[in-house]
């Protein structure tokens, strides 16, 4: 059974930074993706960041590149989510997800089928 519990979140000053951390459990080969998203209230959750537990693939979406970065501890199975120069609009609730078998890359972000229960991400100006 997949498992996937998000820490890291907290109250932050704009400009300023956090780790998300990615705990994972109860899945098997290289082909899964670890994936990043975020919803703020009254908006559609956003997918942010996407990794091969393989390491061979990296994805990002263009409102969070160069600011945000996703990264793995292999030994921990663990995925984190470092972000960097944060704003009040990224205040939101994120979440990591776990799509088995990689089929996210040809059905978009809403393929991931394993979700954790969210870490509240504040960021005030």
């Known amino acids: 059974q997949v498992q996937l519990v998000e820490s890291g979140g907290g109250s932050v000053q704009a400009g300023g930074s956090l780790r998300l951390s990615c705990a994972a459990s109860?899945?098997?080969?290289?082909?899964?993706?670890i994936g990043w998203f975020r919803q703020a209230p009254g908006k559609e959750r956003e997918g942010l960041a996407a990794?091969?537990?393989?390491?061979?693939?990296?994805v990002y979406a263009d409102s969070v590149k160069g600011r945000f970065t996703i990264s793995q501890n292999n030994a921990k199975n663990t995925v984190y989510l470092q972000m960097n120069s944060l704003k009040p609009e990224d205040t939101a609730m994120y979440y990591c997800?776990?799509?088995?078998?990689?089929?996210?890359?040809?059905?978009?972000?809403?393929?991931?089928?394993?979700w954790g229960q969210g870490t509240q991400v504040t960021v005030s100006s």
């Open positions: 997800a776990a799509d088995l078998h990689g089929g996210w890359l040809f059905r978009g972000w809403d393929y991931f089928g394993y």
């Open positions: 109860g899945y098997t080969g290289s082909r899964t993706y």
């Open positions: 990794m091969s537990t393989g390491g061979a693939n990296t």
